[in-house]
Every structure is written in C-alpha cells, then in structure tokens.
C-alpha cells in the first residue's frame, strides 16, 4: 500500500524565512504527486502538481516542489514566507499503476508565519 | 470559479443513527469521492466513484456505509449506524475527465457522534 511521510509536523518562522517541508513516499512506480494546502478555516486547494516531466515544478503564490525519483521524495519550498502563508500543508500521491486513483496523505505540516 | 460544496457544515448525532452527508461537486466533472480525517491524523481515503458505480473503495468503507448520487448534481455519502469512531472531517472531491487528474474538495463535514 502506498504510504506517505512527512515529518516536522508542526513549522513555526519568521517571515521572510525560507521555507522547505518534506515528503516521502514509499510506492517505487509511476506517480502522481501532489501539495494541497489548507488555510484556517478555508478548504484543502492543490498548490502545485507533479505527474511527468520536468521534476521542478512551481506552483502558485511563489511555491515549488523537487520530485527526485531516487529518494522517493517531494519535497515543497519558499524562498521567503509571508504571515499569509500560516497554514497546513498535505503531501498527497496517486501510484497509478494500481489502476485506481485515491490519494494517499501524509499526515500535514502546521505552518505558522510570524510576522 | 466552480468549488465543490458540502451541507452541512456540522452533524451532531446520536450513535447507532443514520446520518447522510451531502454534496455537489464540480458540474462537468466525473470522477467523485470521499474522504475522510480523524482529529490529528491524516486524511484517508473511504470511495471512489464513476459511472455511477463505486471504482474503488477502502478497507473503512464497510456495509455501513453508502454512496449515491441520485440526481445528476448530488453525491451522497450515508452512514447506517453511526459509532463513535465515525466522529471526523468528511471530504467529498471530484475530478474531470481522467481520475488521475487534481482532486478538488469541498470545505468539510463535521461529524460529531454522540
């Protein structure tokens, strides 16, 4: 079963700090990979997608995301947060080759930006 | 900009009730599902549905539970008897033309179970 890792899960910095949070996967096929973020009180909205390609793909509102297939990883940054960025942030994978399409969710990492 | 939406907001219940939780998902979009996270662990995958068929569905997703989308805007998620372990964050999401696509969510249910 597909399994996904994220550690750190609570983040708290300043802005303007950069900012990385990690995820790992356990699935070795094709994936689709996902960022959804979470902000108070607000619905779950995709930040960015990885499904082929170029392995650095940059999202909205200044985020990027690196899938390194070797190290089942990946992993989210922001050069510099803003308070705006106070948020929770969801790891989400799709192994495809099972032929179904749940996502699997890491566990989240609660951002708090202090301005 | 399309949102997929969820009513209600909060359920409170009584354990052993059946409760039926509802939404709407994007208009043009064929693949829906449900979701669901416990208070302070991940968000877990209960259905998937197609066709008017459920494609998939999880270890969770037990005789207690149904899905049906009885018109052609609703998706509906049903409890039979509600336990206290089905307390959580129900999320409905859908996805347009392939079910790999991005999942969209609606903001959440409530469930409390008394």
């Known amino acids: 079963a597909q399994s996904v890792s994220q550690h750190n899960h609570h983040v708290i910095l300043s802005e303007a700090a950069s900012l990385e949070l990690g995820c790992n996967y356990s699935?070795?096929?094709?994936?689709?990979l996902f960022w959804y973020v979470q902000y108070p009180g607000q619905h779950l909205q995709l930040l960015l997608k990885?499904?082929?390609?170029?392995?650095l793909v940059k999202g909205i509102k200044g985020f990027e995301a690196e899938f390194i297939k070797s190290k089942f990883s990946f992993n989210l940054r922001k050069p510099s947060v803003q308070w705006s960025d106070t948020a929770e942030y969801f790891c989400?994978?799709?192994?495809?080759?099972?032929?179904?399409?749940?996502?699997?969710f890491g566990k989240g990492n609660q951002v708090v930006v202090i301005p | 900009e399309p949102e997929v939406t969820q009513t209600p907001s909060h359920q409170v219940t009584q354990m052993g009730q059946e409760v039926i939780l509802r939404c709407v998902p994007i208009s043009n979009h064929l693949y829906f599902y449900w979701y669901r996270q416990i208070l302070g662990q991940k968000v877990e995958f209960l259905v998937s549905f197609y066709n008017n068929e459920i494609s998939e569905k999880s270890e969770i997703f037990d005789d207690q539970f149904s899905v049906e989308r009885p018109d052609g805007s609703n998706f509906t998620l049903k409890i039979r008897s509600t336990k206290l372990e089905d307390s959580a964050m129900y999320f409905c999401?859908?996805?347009?033309?392939?079910?790999?696509?991005?999942?969209?969510f609606g903001p959440g249910t409530r469930l409390t179970v008394l």
């Open positions: 699935y070795g096929g094709t994936v689709n």
């Open positions: 990885y499904f082929s390609g170029d392995p």
């Open positions: 999401a859908s996805s347009g033309t392939s079910g790999y696509n991005e999942q969209f």
């Open positions: 989400a994978v799709n192994a495809i080759l099972y032929g179904n399409n749940r996502l699997a």
